[in-house]
C-alpha cells in the first residue's frame, strides 16, 4: 500500500507541474476601420431590432417567422451544433477516469486424451465466476487532451455562428425577395393598366381606319405600342412566379404562392443601424465563426506536438473471483491490481512530424480564411452603405423624372387633340412614361432592399435573438 500511495503521490505531482505544449493562441486585431466612405451618426441600439418589423406588413412578419422555423439549411445547422456539442463532450470525457465492470462465469471440460492416465469416475469439469471494476485514465502532461477539448469547444462555437450566419442571409434574404415580389406585382399591375388603355386606343383607331379618317401607318404605330406592353406581361408573370417558388423553397416548404401584405407604394422603410464605423462589423456571425476555427486550428497544433512525448496511464482492477458461485462474495474472493504505465514514440517513420505539419498549414489557412473574411465584409459593408446612399438618390431623382414625363405626355395629348402634332408623338411619350414606371418601382425597391443590405453587411444583435423570439428556442 505505500508503494501505491508513493506512485500516486509521484502522479499528483506531475499533474501539477504539466504544461501544454504548442503555440499560445494571439486573438486576431479589431476588423472593424477607423471610418468608412460614407458617413454614419451614432445610433448602435438600432442594430439589435427586429429591423424588418419596421416595414409595418404583417405578411412580411410570418414569411420570416416561417423561414426562421422552417427552413431546411437553418435544421441541418441546428443538427450541426449538436453534433459539435457531443464532440465537445467527448473531448472533455478523455481527460475524466474511465470506469468500467465486467462479469464472467466460465466453464471447462478437461480431456482424457491430453491427460491419459487420469482416474475414472473423477469430474473432468471445473467452474470459475469473476466480477470485477476497471478503471482508466490518462495523466494529460503535456495538454493532448486540453488542447484536444479546446479545439473542439472551438469548432462547437464556430458551428453556432455558422447557424447564426445562415439566419442572417435568411432573414435578409427573404425580406429583399418579398420586396421584390412587390415590385413586380405593381409592375404588372401598371402594364395590365397600360394595355387596357392602349387597348381602348388601337380599337378606337381601327374604327377610324375602317372609316378613312387615319391611315394605316398610324394604326400600325399604335398596335406596334400595344404588342409592345403586352409582350411585358408575361415575362413579369414569369419572374412572379419563379420568385415565388424560390422563396417558397425558403420557407421550407414546396414552390407555391406566396401571401402578401402591403403594396410597395406603402412599405416602410426601416430606420438604419447606428455606429457602423465603430462597432457593428465585429457582430457578423461569419468573422466570428472563422475566428472561433481559428482558435480550433491552433489548439490542433497542440495536440499534435503532444504526440512527440509520452502518454502516462493509471489503470487498476477491483473484483471477485471464485470457483464457486455462492462464494463469490466473501472476502477471499477479492483480487485486485494498480499499474501505472507509460508509452511514447522511438520512431514513427515522420508521421508525427507530418502532423505537426498538417496542423500548423491548417492553422495558416485559417488565419487567412479569417483575413479573408474580413476583408469581403469590409468590402460588403462599404457596397451596402454606398448603395443605400446612392439609390435613395436615384429613386428621388426618377420620381421627378416620371412627374416630367406624365406632364409630357399630358401636353402631347393636348396637342393632338388640337391638331398640332401627329399621334406619333403621343405615342412616344407613353412609352417613354411606361418604361419610366416600371424603372420607378424597380428603383424604390432596390433602395428598400439596401437598407436590408446594410443590417445584412453589418449582422448585428438582432441575429442571435431572432431565433429565440421566433423560433422558441
Not at 406632364?407 to 412616344?428: C, H, I, P, Q
Request: proline fraction near 4%; charged fraction near 20%; charge should be negative.
Amino acid at each position: 500500500m505505500r508503494s501505491i500511495a508513493r506512485l500516486l503521490l509521484m502522479l499528483g505531482s506531475l499533474l501539477l507541474t504539466a504544461c501544454a505544449v504548442g503555440p499560445a493562441y494571439q486573438a486576431p486585431a479589431d476588423p472593424s476601420p477607423v471610418a468608412f466612405r460614407i458617413p454614419h451618426p451614432e445610433a448602435s441600439e438600432t442594430a439589435d431590432l427586429l429591423w424588418w418589423q419596421s416595414f409595418n406588413d404583417p405578411a412580411l412578419d410570418r414569411l420570416i417567422e416561417l423561414a426562421v422555423s422552417n427552413n431546411l439549411d437553418v435544421q441541418i445547422a441546428a443538427a450541426r451544433i449538436d453534433e459539435f456539442a457531443a464532440r465537445v463532450g467527448l473531448a472533455r470525457s478523455a481527460g475524466l477516469p474511465q470506469v468500467g465492470y465486467g462479469v464472467g462465469a466460465t466453464r471447462n471440460w478437461l480431456s482424457r486424451e491430453i491427460a491419459p492416465g487420469s482416474t475414472p469416475g473423477i469430474d473432468r469439469t471445473s467452474d470459475a465466476f469473476e466480477a470485477a471494476l476497471n478503471l482508466s485514465w490518462e495523466l494529460d502532461l503535456w495538454g493532448r487532451i486540453r488542447q484536444s477539448r479546446v479545439a473542439a469547444q472551438g469548432e462547437f462555437e464556430a458551428s453556432i455562428e455558422q447557424r447564426n450566419a445562415l439566419v442572417l442571409s435568411l432573414v435578409s434574404n427573404v425580406a429583399q425577395s418579398y420586396i421584390q415580389l412587390l415590385s413586380l406585382d405593381a409592375q404588372l399591375k401598371v402594364a395590365r393598366n397600360r394595355v387596357n388603355a392602349r387597348q381602348e386606343t388601337l380599337d378606337l383607331f381601327m374604327l377610324q381606319l375602317e372609316e378613312g379618317v387615319l391611315s394605316e401607318l398610324e394604326v400600325a404605330q399604335v398596335r406596334s405600342e400595344f404588342e409592345r406592353t403586352r409582350a411585358a406581361i408575361p415575362a413579369l408573370e414569369r419572374e412572379i412566379a419563379t420568385l415565388e417558388n424560390a422563396l417558397s423553397v425558403l420557407l421550407g416548404r414546396p414552390p407555391g404562392v406566396i401571401e402578401r401584405g402591403r403594396t410597395l407604394q406603402t412599405l416602410n422603410a426601416p430606420s438604419l443601424p447606428g455606429g457602423l464605423p465603430s462597432d457593428l462589423l465585429v457582430q457578423r456571425p461569419d468573422i466570428r465563426a472563422a475566428e472561433r476555427q481559428l482558435v480550433s486550428a491552433n489548439a490542433r497544433i497542440g495536440v499534435a506536438m503532444a504526440e512527440r512525448f509520452p502518454r502516462i496511464s493509471l489503470t487498476g482492477l477491483l473484483g471477485q473471483a471464485s470457483d464457486d458461485l455462492s462464494n463469490l462474495t466473501s472476502s477471499s474472493a477479492n483480487f485486485g491490481q494498480v499499474n501505472a504505465g507509460l508509452i511514447g514514440p522511438i520512431f514513427a517513420g515522420g508521421a508525427i512530424n507530418a502532423q505537426i505539419e498538417a496542423a500548423k498549414a491548417s492553422e495558416q489557412a485559417a488565419a487567412l480564411n479569417y483575413e479573408a473574411v474580413v476583408l469581403t465584409a469590409l468590402r460588403e459593408a462599404e457596397d451596402a452603405l454606398v448603395i443605400r446612399a446612392t439609390t435613395f438618390e436615384e429613386a428621388e431623382a426618377q420620381q421627378r423624372r416620371l412627374t416630367a414625363l406624365e406632364d409630357y405626355l399630358k401636353f402631347a395629348e393636348m396637342r393632338y387633340d388640337n391638331g398640332y402634332s401627329s399621334y406619333l408623338a403621343v405615342l412616344d411619350a407613353e412609352r417613354t412614361l411606361f418604361d419610366a414606371e416600371l424603372l420607378t418601382l424597380q428603383v424604390r425597391a432596390a433602395a428598400l432592399a439596401s437598407v436590408i443590405g446594410i443590417y445584412k453587411a453589418f449582422g448585428g444583435g438582432w441575429v442571435t435573438e431572432v431565433q429565440s423570439s421566433l423560433s422558441g428556442e
